[in-house]
């Protein structure tokens, strides 16, 4: 399999986003609505507290769960009343990238409303691979399908040029696993640092008996550095104090989590000029309530810069009439092999990545 045929494997999602990317319905709705990422997970929290400041300024904002970026992609062109999205940056890249007219259609409609946090991009692999260079012709773990693990996998990948031999779609823990077991060779996880799973395998440094003696000191997490990734992504380091079995600080990079929105001026009409007042309340809402948001929401409020820059997204109009346009302004999915065994995944070591071993 080559890099063209990876790309290739990836018009099933541009079709899957292309057959939602037609009109929203036209009907004036005085909520917006928003897709987020899992009940329990950090999107999903911005998405409340941001629906919370939005109702102290008149605005409804409904916040709904998701699978995560590629569905809210789907959802946020599709006829469903949602006009907002949280997703990572690199979504963009990935469907550029996919050489698909459908999805290209649909990266035009997108823009970025506010950027929030950063999460790190982890490549956790065996001692012998030294760089990214080395995952050509490898097995590598890369989420569940349209994941924001394989989706930066994939676009990484794209960029570099680089095809590994198999794409596993196992879920993070047991992909951890898969490598400490070297089932696997490698595996891509995007997450703010520290990631519990990988703060769990600090525990295995202590294990003085069993099969598991001595697997930590055979992993590493591989530096990313290449500077063609800079243009999508943002340099950001892993050190010993995220995880204490790291002996110096690893060059790396990171995705920003965005909150985006439908763009409102592509069309005349009630409903579109609607929302796009409706965008200005929002940015209003967020910029005024910013603070508060900080002291009272999730602890990642407090890393938010509204005005930062995010690569290759443009601004949407409609709030950047309030927010400072300081931003200007996608690898497309291979088919992962499936691997479904947990025969040679050793319950234990299972327990400890998940962090529910009784040890």
Known sequence: MNTRQIIAAGVSFALLVATAASAHM?????????????KTGTYIAFGHDIARVAKED?????????????????RITSKEKVGLAIVQSDVLGFLRRSHNASSLNTARKLRLVAPFYNEEVHILARNDIRSLADL??????????????????????????????KLYEIDPPRGVVAVLNDEADAMVFVGGKPVKMFKNMEELAGIRQGPNVGKLAQVHFVPIDDPRLLKEYKPATITGGDYNYVAQDIPTVAVTSLLVSYDYTM?????YHHQCRNMAKLAHALQSHLEELKATGHPKWK?????????????DTCSARVLSPSCTTTAAAPAPVREDKDNALGKDLIGVIRGTSSR
């Open 26 to 38: 036209q009907d004036v709705d005085p909520a917006m609505g928003m897709v987020t990422g899992p």
């Open 58 to 74: 008149g605005l409804t904002v409904n916040v709904y769960a998701s699978e995560g970026s590629t569905d809210n992609i789907q």
């Open 136 to 165: 050509a012709g490898r097995r590598v773990v890369v989420g569940a399908a349209g994941s924001g693990s394989m989706i930066t996998a994939v676009n990484i990948f794209s960029i570099l040029n680089i095809t590994p031999s």
């Open 267 to 271: 069309k005349n009409g009630e409903y």
């Open 303 to 315: 890393e938010v810069d509204l005005n930062a820059e995010v690569g290759i997204w443009k601004r």
